[in-house]
T-cell receptor
Framework: KQEVTQIPAALSVPEGENLVLNCSFT??????LQWFRQDPGKGLTSLLL?????REQTSGRLNASLDKSSGRSTLYIAASQPGDSATYLC?????????FGAGTTVTVRA | SAVISQKPSRDICQRGTSLTIQCQVD?????MFWYRQQPGQSLTLIAT?????????ESGFVIDKFPISRPNLTFSTLTVSNMSPEDSSIYLC??????FGSGTRLTVV
């Protein structure tokens, strides 16, 4: 059974600082890995999807890397803003079924 | 990508009763999924719902407790039956593993 771990569980940074969120998983036989953002009352929003054959994906200020061999992914958010405050979840996919980590709750202080 | 409308967004229910959660997708999707997020925990897959066949349940979840319907390629329901306070969670549906509904926050008293 896939186990997904996210460290740290919570993070508080001043505005403008870069964010580094870590995700590790036990089973490297994945189809892809996704990073989601969860806002209260608004469900999940997919931020980045990295296929198993890829090593990274970028979207604006967000960059995610994937190292399947070591079972790790990292989400970088550059120049954080208060609007980035949310819970960030990583999830591995096997046949469309997702295994989620517990999330990292980020607070960006103005 | 597909957009999912999920309702209700929240409900407070008496123990022993049942609640049905609905998800409507704006396009046809083959696979839909139902997840549960218990307080302070991550999302756990309840079942996979394919149109025209019975739902496939994950370990620890049974059809009598969480019956699912999938009458067509754009709609699915999850019922939480004979509720107890331990069922208080956020329930989310997903289409094809990429798009999620906004969630149903259920409180059982």
């Amino acid at each position: 059974k896939q186990e997904v771990t996210q460290i740290p569980a919570a993070l508080s940074v001043p505005e403008g600082e870069n964010l580094v969120l870590n995700c590790s998983f036990t089973d490297s036989a994945i189809y892809n890995l996704q990073w989601f953002r969860q806002d209260p009352g608004k469900g999940l929003t997919s931020l980045l999807l990295i296929q198993s054959s890829q090593r990274e994906q970028t979207s604006g200020r967000l960059n995610a890397s994937l190292d399947k061999s070591s079972g790790r992914s990292t989400l970088y958010i550059a120049a954080s803003q208060p609007g980035d405050s949310a819970t960030y979840l990583c999830a591995t996919s096997n046949d469309y079924k997702l295994s989620f980590g517990a999330g990292t709750t980020v607070t960006v202080r103005a | 990508s597909a957009v999912i409308s999920q309702k209700p967004s929240r409900d407070i229910c008496q123990r022993g009763t049942s609640l049905t959660i609905q998800c409507q997708v704006d396009s046809q999707v083959t696979m839909m999924f139902w997840y549960r997020q218990q307080p302070g925990q991550s999302l756990t897959l309840i079942a996979t719902a394919n149109q025209g066949s019975e739902a496939t349940y994950e370990s620890g979840f049974v059809i009598d407790k969480f019956p699912i319907s999938r009458p067509n390629l754009t709609f699915s329901t999850l019922t939480v039956s004979n509720m107890s306070p331990e069922d208080s969670s956020i329930y989310l549906c997903s289409a094809a593993g990429y798009t999620f509904g906004s969630g149903t926050r259920l409180t059982v008293v």
